[in-house]
C-alpha cells in the first residue's frame, strides 16, 4: 500500500518570502511519481509540479521547486516569492504502476499581506 | 483548453435517494477517477475506470457504484444516498504516461 503524510497542517507565510511544505511517503514500487497539486478557493484542482522518482534532478516550475530525497522518501515543495494568489491547499500525491494518485490531506496555506 | 466537467456544483438530495454525479472530458484519456473530499482526511478514490466499461474499486467504494458506457464520460452513482455521504466529489482523467492528472471542478453533494 501506499501512503502520503503531510504534517503540516496550516502554514502561513508573508508575500515575497520563501515557504517550504513538506511531505513524506512510502511506496514498494521501484518506478513511481509524484506531484504537489493546488486547490484555491476557487477549489479547481490544479498540478502544480512532477517529480519522477528516476530522475535525480530535481524539478522546477518557475517560483515552484521541490526537494526530492529518495532514500528518505520526502518530496517537500519550495515557493518563491510567494504571492497572495498563492493561497490554497496544497496536495502532495504519488503515482505508481495502477495509474491511481494517493493524496496526503493537504497543508493550507495562507500567504499574508 | 482542455477539460473535465462535472455536471453539477451543487447538488441537494434526500436521504434515499439514487443520486447520478456526472463527469465529461474531452481529452480522449483512458483513466477517468472520482474522488471525495472531506475535511481533515484529504482525497480518497472512490472508483477508477482504465478504459470503456471497465471499473476498479478504490479506498472506499462501499455505497457507490459507477458506469463508464463512453470513454469521455464517467458516472458516480450514490445508490440510496445516506447523511454520510455529504461531501465533495471530485472527477479526474489522466492519459496512460502518468503526466498527473486533469480535475474537474467538484460536486458539493449534501443529502439531507
Known amino acids: 500500500a501506499q501512503t502520503v503524510t503531510q504534517s503540516q497542517p496550516e502554514m502561513s507565510v508573508q508575500e515575497a518570502e520563501t515557504v517550504t ?39 522546477t516550475e518557475n517560483r515552484f521547486s521541490v526537494n526530492f530525497q529518495k532514500a528518505a522518501k520526502s ?12 493561497t490554497a491547499m496544497y496536495f502532495c500525491a504519488l503515482e505508481g504502476s495502477n495509474y491511481k494518485l494517493t493524496f496526503g490531506k493537504g ?6 499581506p | 483548453d ?12 434526500r436521504t434515499g435517494e439514487k443520486v447520478f454525479l456526472e463527469c465529461v472530458q474531452d481529452m480522449d484519456h483512458e ?6 473530499q472531506d475535511p481533515g482526511l484529504g482525497l480518497r478514490l472512490i472508483y477508477f475506470s482504465y478504459d470503456v466499461k471497465m471499473k476498479e474499486k478504490g479506498d472506499i467504494p462501499e455505497g457507490y457504484s459507477v458506469s463508464r458506457e463512453k470513454k469521455e464520460r464517467f458516472s458516480l452513482i450514490l445508490e440510496s444516498a445516506s447523511t454520510n455521504q455529504t461531501s465533495m466529489y471530485l ?4 492519459r496512460t504516461d502518468t503526466y498527473g492528472y486533469t480535475f474537474g471542478s467538484g460536486t458539493r ?4
Open chain 1, 21 to 59: 511544505l513538506s511531505c513524506t511517503y512510502d511506496t514498494s514500487e521501484s518506478n513511481y511519481y509524484l506531484f504537489w497539486y493546488k486547490q484555491p478557493p476557487s477549489r479547481q484542482m490544479i498540478l502544480v509540479i512532477r517529480q519522477e522518482a528516476y530522475k535525480q534532478q530535481n524539478a
Open chain 1, 75 to 86: 518530496f517537500s515543495l519550495k515557493i518563491s516569492d510567494s504571492q497572495l494568489g498563492d
Open chain 1, 107 to 112: 497543508t493550507l496555506l495562507t500567504v499574508n
Open chain 2, 2 to 13: 482542455v477539460k473535465v466537467t462535472q455536471s453539477s456544483r451543487y447538488l441537494v438530495k
Open chain 2, 31 to 36: 483513466n477517468m477517477f472520482w474522488y471525495r
Open chain 2, 91 to 94: 472527477c479526474a482523467s489522466s
Open chain 2, 109 to 112: 453533494l449534501t443529502v439531507v
